[in-house]
């Protein structure tokens, strides 16, 4: 009877329960509906396999994959007052700032880093869309600003990875006014004849696209990319016409000049190195091509040189003429 109950029974049980399987363990392709399995997804560097769409990359990762066996060293940036308007709507400012670093594990919406990519120092800020959004507060102006000033002291380039949804409303003004102080940051980096490459991702929109990020010397876009300044519907009703399907992607702006290249995810490192081994005039790795085989010819008499071969045969012809 203990055997039973112990053990029979208990097994019994076990069919009948629901088994509790991770939700993010199969990935959605919004384009063709495919289901993903999340490792073949971070393999792939979060592109589907199939489809080639690129889905939101988280910016940790990115930075870790960018760099050269996932070496590099964080940039101390300044900090702020957190919440300098003492802001509420729904609830308060500083509650949602608790909730983006929770769910991040950030502590804002910019991270900075240095390492090597190819063997070139570089220096990068990667804005992290699931912390409110990457919008542009403060602290997000300041990390840029320190980031480009590390870039300047160490002579590096700067790159700079965009995802946003425009300034961050809750510090009013002085979310704007980090527009133009990261562009003092870019005439910086010009200044000290530094490259600057901007990278835009999906998506990258309001202020932040309005200042630093069309300011770089060379724009790359990752295929699909949503880039603009306003919503597709606020535009629509401002001019009051109906938009192309493809508006405000990244191949609709490489056609009409906006942007110089979409560059797919998993070559983006390659590219981003030899770009700024182009600008600053550094000795660029390249392809090596092998000479092609030629087959050696084996019959003597294609190989005969026309003119020999028209000179013999005048003197035959002077041999079997007959003697006067």
């Not at 399995?37 to 979060?46: G, I, Q, T, V």
């Not at 869309?129 to 590390?150: P, T």
């Not at 940051?185 to 630093?212: C, D, F, K």
Request: glycine content about 8%; overall charge negative.
């Amino acid at each position: 009877m203990n055997w039973i109950n112990s053990i029979v029974r208990p097994k019994i049980r076990d069919l009948w329960k629901k088994r509790e399987v991770p939700e993010n363990l199969w990935i959605k392709d919004p384009e063709t509906g495919e289901m993903v399995f999340h490792r073949d997804l971070e393999a792939n560097l979060w592109v589907v396999p199939n489809s080639g769409h690129h889905m939101r990359m988280p910016a940790r990762k990115r930075v870790e994959t960018f760099f050269d066996d996932g070496n590099y060293s964080d940039v101390k940036t300044p900090e702020v007052q957190a919440d300098p308007h003492k802001f509420r709507d729904s609830k308060r400012y500083t509650d949602r700032l608790k909730e983006a670093r929770a769910k991040s594990g950030e502590e804002e919406a910019i991270l900075v880093a240095q390492g090597k990519v190819n063997g070139m120092d570089m220096t990068i800020a990667v804005q992290n869309f699931d912390f409110v959004a990457g919008s542009l507060g403060m602290a997000a102006g300041e990390a840029i600003l320190a980031g480009m000033m590390k870039a300047v002291e160490d002579k590096t380039p700067f790159i700079m990875f965009a995802a946003s949804g425009g300034a961050r409303m809750q510090e009013g003004i002085l979310s704007l006014m980090q527009m133009p102080r990261t562009t003092v940051g870019v005439q910086m980096l010009r200044e000290a004849g530094l490259p600057y490459i901007v990278v835009l991702t999906n998506p990258t929109t309001g202020g932040v696209s309005a200042s630093y990020a069309m300011l770089g010397d060379v724009h790359i876009a990752e295929p699909g990319a949503q880039i603009g300044f306003a919503g597709r519907r606020v535009i629509e009703q401002t001019v009051r016409e109906k938009l192309p399907e493809d508006f405000q992607t990244a191949e609709y702006l490489l056609d009409h000049g906006m942007i110089d290249m979409v560059v797919p995810r998993l070559e983006l490192k390659e590219t981003i190195a030899r770009i700024c081994g182009i600008l600053l005039k550094r000795e660029v790795e390249l392809p090596k091509l092998e000479a092609p085989v030629t087959e050696e010819v084996e019959d003597d008499s294609i190989a005969e040189d026309p003119a020999e071969e028209a000179e013999s045969d005048d003197k035959d012809a002077k041999e079997a003429e007959p003697a006067s």
